[in-house]
């Protein structure tokens, strides 16, 4: 399970100026450095920039750029001169790709909706075909069974659901909907 990130935002986009203030009451900028350290399929280490009291993340697009997409476990720590140094948060980060500068041909799908595409796509070409296995030249083949090809696409289908209800905050089902008077 992820934790929700408070220092981060959940999801950085390469290519895209990061700028985020921080404030942390108990490590004040003026005394305080705050450093972030991402890894994954990249390494990134942001260093704050003091703004009177809030440390400010700070990285330009043109060094996002730069910045491999995936998931990233990130820790974030604050030091000061005497060489202190204290671990204020630690959680998963995802940097996604920039679209901007991508070609065409670009796949954005999930593993679950890709997985989901090879099992219909099995699906519809074995409608075609009568035989589960068959032998030539003592070499063998066999094929998935359709029922269990049927549990697996439904499996997956629940899963590419759920991704699409949690990608829309919908996770409980239908919206509550509440109005204020």
Known sequence: MKKTVSILPQRISSGVTLDKAVVLTAYPANVWTLTVSLRGPGSVD??????????????????????????????????????????????QITIDPDLASLGPGYDGSTHAQRVLAAIEAVLEKRATQDQQRYTINNRELWRTPIPDLLLLRDRYRAQVKMESKLKRGDLFGSAVRVRFR
């Open 46 to 91: 942001i260093v704050s920039v003091p703004d009177g009291t809030t440390h400010r993340l700070r990285a330009p697009a043109s060094v996002t750029a730069g910045w491999e997409p995936g998931d990233y476990w990130f820790v974030a720590r604050v030091l000061n001169e005497d060489g202190d140094v204290f671990e204020v948060e630690s959680g």
